[in-house]
């Protein structure tokens, strides 16, 4: 099983970047479609950026597009978001994890057995 630590969180003011990094175990790391969640409070977790295995092609979620771009180093196992231009609703705890819906499918993901601790993300206004 994948083994997920996710870093790079803060408080940042609005309009503010920040550059979040996801580092994972396990050999078939590049063989998988990987994916940014977050989830606000009182929310249920969302996808708001997927990538595939060897990064050639990436989906936004219509409230990130043009202000996230998520990137992956396999060699390194690490999946990066880079958030610019945050505002005050992407207040939340990022996680990455695989993605197994379809590429240009945004709805509710199915059940997972295991995330990451998550990294805890505050824009102020």
């Known amino acids: 099983q994948v083994q997920l630590v996710e870093s790079g969180g803060g408080l940042v003011q609005a309009g503010g970047s920040l550059r979040l990094s996801c580092a994972a175990s396990?050999?078939?790391?590049?063989?998988?479609?990987m994916g940014w969640f977050r989830q606000a409070p009182g929310k249920g977790r969302e996808l708001v950026a997927r990538?595939?295995?060897?990064?050639?092609?990436?989906n936004y979620r219509d409230a990130v597009k043009g202000r996230f771009t998520i990137s992956r180093d396999n060699a390194k196992n690490t999946v990066y978001l880079q958030m610019n231009s945050l505002k005050p609703e992407d207040t939340a705890v990022y996680y990455c994890?695989?993605?197994?819906?379809?590429?240009?499918?945004?709805?509710?993901?199915?059940?997972?057995?295991?995330w990451g601790q998550g990294t805890q993300v505050t824009v102020s206004s």
């Open positions: 994890n695989r993605d197994f819906l379809p590429f240009t499918e945004w709805g509710t993901p199915p059940p997972y057995n295991y």
């Open positions: 396990g050999r078939h790391f590049s063989s998988y479609v």
């Open positions: 990538i595939t295995s060897a990064g050639g092609s990436t």
